[in-house]
């Protein structure tokens, strides 16, 4: 029998200090595939523990009070989750869609392998952010340490502050846009003229980030194509 | 993997917990380095001409008086030793060098975990929880402290393979990490007259660093030493008589996190140790980068 729409809570709150991360996960996985159940909730004391809103499927918002450990919102499909701290290693790692938004600053490998969706670092990333990403879009409001992007495939990844050494080293078809300054550029990665299509593109992932800063001032980087065998026939698929 | 934590006390209330806190912080990285656990707490320097000893024996039933009375015999006063689990710490009215040198030479038997004025390293195989209660961390008063947690790679389970390793007088290393080049590192420290009691990655970077001490390096210097003569992953921390300092290698594959509040100052490999502290979550917290010596000392703070 359907559950009325009145019997569920709005909102759920759940405490970490009294909850598992499993337990809590597993609550979350239950709502994949639209199954009923309350569409936010609310993550207190996370205490920089691991794997934290991991594998959802499900268009639910996650609000996490406080500091995430690895991985958090990892492999995310649909659901918004919204990090009030900073976060460690791999946030949003795989993320095939939805949002991971982390108000404070991350660490190394933000983003890294995404396949879709956005991630919002409203700090700094560290080091390696977006490295190996294939289609996630990454909007980072302060800096990137260095050798981000590495071997990025598709997607953006567009950096307010500046960036570190060995930018999109070994890049695909990723597109980098940067404000500030670039330590270094890798292999193979060089800087691009801004046209009006990648204009409009940096404007519209500052829109979505929910972040002021003017297109016109980014510069685009991208892959020299030399390292890879990129055939010109294939250009459209990418 | 292997943990590692870091507290430095900027307040008397957490100089009095320092012991609680620590040991709270090395329980979180469990996970990190379940196969042995050290600390290097400092804290009652000894009075002046003095000097303080940690030793280790393999034996339960070490006969401590034995050794008190020896390096009475040698050097005149020295307090009755503060035994903990398998280590006993001495207070001796020598020179710390010759004291040690001492113990070296008249029982090999035992090991010197540290030697200096205000240092003591316990070190010991099984869980960080095991370790915190045989060891009694939670009694520990003191200034700051490191302390690790260990899943080893590079050399053997042992008490000696465990960490902090000491670098000298006052001094202390703890590392999350692995060296490629150690062997003949270690040769060619060996050849400069730095003894090695282990086969341990960790003790070879102990003794560059005593080495380049020695040579007449500041700490900094000798630390920067390491981004050229070290080949390998590592965040290391190095506890001084003053306090600590942190460098992870340009690569940076090994994580760290520092924070800082009015009370103190942490680091540890994750949030998670910090996240136990009190006013955790007011902390201004963030990533040390690749390559950088940072360093907080009593006078710096």
């Known amino acids: ?238 | 993997m292997c943990g590692i934590v870091g507290l430095f006390a900027k307040s008397p209330e957490v100089e009095e917990h320092l012991g609680e806190h620590l040991a709270a912080m090395l329980v979180q990285m469990s996970s990190r380095g379940p196969d042995s656990a050290g600390v290097a707490v400092y804290r009652d320097p000894a009075p002046s001409g003095w000097s303080k000893l940690t030793l280790y024996s393999a034996n339960p039933r070490e006969h401590w008086g034995a050794v008190l009375d020896g390096l009475r015999d040698a050097f005149g006063e020295c307090d009755e030793p503060s035994i903990r689990a398998s280590h006993a710490v001495l207070v001796v009215e020598a020179d710390a060098a010759e004291a040690d040198g001492w113990v070296r030479a008249n029982r090999p038997d035992l090991r010197v975990m540290s030697a200096g004025e205000i240092i003591e390293i316990y070190k010991e195989t099984g869980l960080p929880e095991e370790f915190a209660a045989a060891f009694d961390l939670e009694d520990f008063r003191g200034t700051h402290a490191l302390g690790h947690t260990r899943m080893a790679t590079e050399s053997r389970v042992t008490t000696e393979g465990s960490h902090p390793f000491s670098t000298g007088l006052d001094l202390c290393l703890v590392h999350n990490g692995s060296l490629s080049n150690h062997n003949r590192l270690r040769q060619n420290l060996r050849r400069e007259g730095i003894d090695f009691q282990t086969e341990n990655d960790t003790e070879v970077a102990a003794g560059y660093l005593a080495w380049r001490l020695r040579e007449g390096a500041t700490l900094e210097q000798a630390l920067e030493g390491c981004l050229t003569d070290l080949d390998g992953f590592y965040t290391f921390a190095v506890g001084t008589a003053e306090g600590f300092a942190v460098l992870r290698d340009p690569i940076a594959c090994k994580p760290a996190v520092l924070a800082e509040t009015d009370d103190w100052v942490a680091m540890s490999s994750e949030w998670r140790s910090i996240a136990v502290l009190p006013g955790a979550a007011e902390a201004r917290a963030w990533e040390p980068e690749p390559g950088v010596v940072y360093v907080w000392e009593k006078a710096k703070v």
């Open chain 1, 1 to 238: 029998m359907a559950v009325a729409p009145t019997e569920i809570a709005e909102l759920e709150v759940v405490d970490l200090e009294t909850t598992s991360v499993r337990e809590l996960n597993q609550r979350l996985h239950d709502l994949a595939g639209g199954a009923p159940g309350p569409r936010r909730f609310r993550i207190l004391n996370p205490s920089g523990a691991h794997a934290l809103a991991c594998g959802l499927d499900a268009e639910i918002e996650v609000e996490i009070e406080g500091h995430v450990g690895y991985y958090c919102a990892g492999m995310n499909k649909l659901a918004t989750v919204r990090v009030h701290g900073n976060a460690s290693t791999g946030i949003a790692e795989n993320l095939m869609s939805g949002r991971v938004v982390v108000e404070g600053n991350a660490s190394q490998s933000a983003g890294a392998t995404g396949r879709g969706g956005l991630l919002v670092v409203r700090g700094d990333a560290s080091s390696r952010c977006g490295i190996s990403m294939k289609g996630i879009d990454i909007v980072v409001g302060g800096s990137v340490g260095h050798m981000s992007a590495f071997m990025a495939q598709t997607g953006c990844l567009v950096v307010c502050g500046d960036a570190g050494d060995a930018l999109g080293d070994s890049i695909y078809e990723a597109r980098l846009y940067v404000r500030g300054s670039v330590a270094g550029l890798g292999a193979d990665c060089v800087e691009k003229e801004m046209r009006e299509e990648h204009f409009t593109q940096v404007a519209g992932l500052l829109e979505a980030a929910g972040i002021d800063a003017g297109a016109g001032e980014f510069r685009r980087y991208g892959s020299a194509r030399q390292l890879y065998n990129f055939k010109i026939d294939n250009a459209g698929a990418y």
